[in-house]
């Protein structure tokens, strides 16, 4: 099954209403690239029809956050990006100083998560992550 019809599925299991709006931005995410931007979702949609816009696009993104299949996470800079579940877990590293946004190895989050349950009991959702900090080459820049 294509995974949007597998997202879509899972929305109707769950009672969810899906207008055929509703369904486009569900496959516009889902055929996309890993990450997605509201506004880049709604270009799809309207490559199709008209009947949409960035309320419904937000509206559905977050009914999918919401249900468990997709995440959703703050790059900075108003960068709010979409990716289904499919893709896993994700850490991204946000330099404040240059905007770049380095992919950094998932399996960190498993062990933080893991060592934050040990000691606190508390299961931390971490599925999508962005830390913010300052990358190796504006630190080198700085310290010369
Ligand atoms: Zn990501
Ligand atoms: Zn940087």
Do not use: W
Request: aromatic residues 4%.
């Amino acid at each position: 099954m294509p995974h949007c019809h597998t997202l879509i599925a899972a929305l109707r299991q769950q009672g969810c209403r899906l207008t055929p709006q509703r369904e486009m931005i569900v496959e516009a995410l889902a055929h996309g690239g890993c990450h997605m931007t509201a506004e880049e979702v709604l270009e799809i949609v309207r490559q199709k029809t008209q009947a949409v816009n960035i309320t419904t696009v937000y509206r559905t993104l977050d009914l999918l956050v919401e249900r468990g299949l997709a995440t959703r996470t703050d790059l900075g800079e108003g960068r709010i990006v979409y990716a289904t579940i499919r893709h896993g877990p994700h850490l991204h590293l946000v330099c404040r100083c240059c905007g770049r946004v380095i992919e950094a190895d998932a399996s960190l989050l498993a062990l933080l998560g893991e060592t934050i349950h040990d000691r606190y009991g508390f299961t931390p959702q971490l599925e999508h992550i962005a830390l913010y900090g300052v990358c190796r080459e504006c630190n080198e820049t700085r310290n010369t």
